[in-house]
T-cell receptor
Framework: AQKVTQAQTEISVVEKEDVTLDCVYE???????LFWYKQPPSGELVFLIR??????QNEISGRYSWNFQKSTSSFNFTITASQVVDSAVYFC????????????????FGSGTQLTVLP | GAGVSQSPRYKVAKRGQDVALRCDPI?????LFWYQQALGQGPEFLTY????????KSGLPSDRFFAERPEGSVSTLKIQRTQQEDSAVYLC?????????????FGPGTRLTVT
């Protein structure tokens, strides 16, 4: 079974501060995919980034960066120079590649972190 | 192009009523997922379709929940004899293929409130 834990329920920062959202995952599969989604007040989940289990290279994309560490099963997400528009709930999610037909393709989500960026 | 759409956006039902929630996936998307999101929680998987075939319904919480996708495009999630614990946002997502690397595109959800 898979599990995703986001220990931070709420984070509040002032605009232009950097903020890191933590994510710890559990899976017995050797091939899996990790995602970050953003859910603004409108409710629609917006895809941000995806990482494959076989590629531990960390990257930066604009103001977003992520730190994937297999040794600690962590997939942390950082927003640099935060903006008020970044205020949303952020979800970390896991998808495995193997398993019974259909079931491997579902996303397992964490409980989310509410980020509030104050002006 | 159009994204995933869901209707209605909001639904209030009295306990015991039946409801039907509709999902229009992105045109041509093979895979379709339904998730249930309780207040303050992350979405939880309900069921998965590949074209018209329902390949996984392991997440449906009871036999009161039923989903269909008869022509491999639009899907309907039906809840019979609604209970208060069914109150949640129901999210639909579609994906262009069937492999796990495919990204899932989510709709805005239907917020169901059972009174």
């Amino acid at each position: 079974a898979q599990k995703v834990t986001q220990a931070q329920t709420e984070i509040s920062v002032v605009e232009k501060e950097d903020v890191t959202l933590d994510c710890v995952y559990e899976t017995r599969d050797t091939t899996y995919y990790l995602f970050w989604y953003k859910q603004p007040p409108s409710g629609e989940l917006v895809f941000l980034i995806r990482r494959n289990s076989f590629d531990e290279q960390n990257e930066i994309s604009g103001r977003y960066s992520w730190n994937f560490q297999k040794s600690t099963s962590s997939f942390n997400f950082t927003i640099t120079a935060s903006q008020v528009v970044d205020s949303a709930v952020y979800f970390c999610a896991l998808k495995t590649a193997l398993g019974p037909s259909g079931s491997a393709r579902q996303l397992t989500f964490g409980s989310g972190t509410q980020l509030t960026v104050l002006p | 192009g159009a994204g995933v759409s869901q209707s209605p956006r909001y639904k209030v039902a009295k306990r015991g009523q039946d409801v039907a929630l509709r999902c229009d996936p992105i045109s041509g998307h093979v895979s379709l997922f339904w998730y249930q999101q309780a207040l303050g929680q992350g979405p939880e998987f309900l069921t998965y379709f590949q074209n018209e075939a329902q390949l996984d319904k392991s997440g449906l919480p009871s036999d009161r929940f039923f989903a269909e996708r008869p022509e491999g495009s639009v899907s309907t999630l039906k809840i019979q004899r609604t209970q208060q614990e069914d109150s949640a946002v129901y999210l639909c997502a579609s994906s262009p293929g069937t492999v796990s690397t495919n990204e899932q595109y989510f709709g805005p959800g239907t917020r169901l409130t059972v009174t």
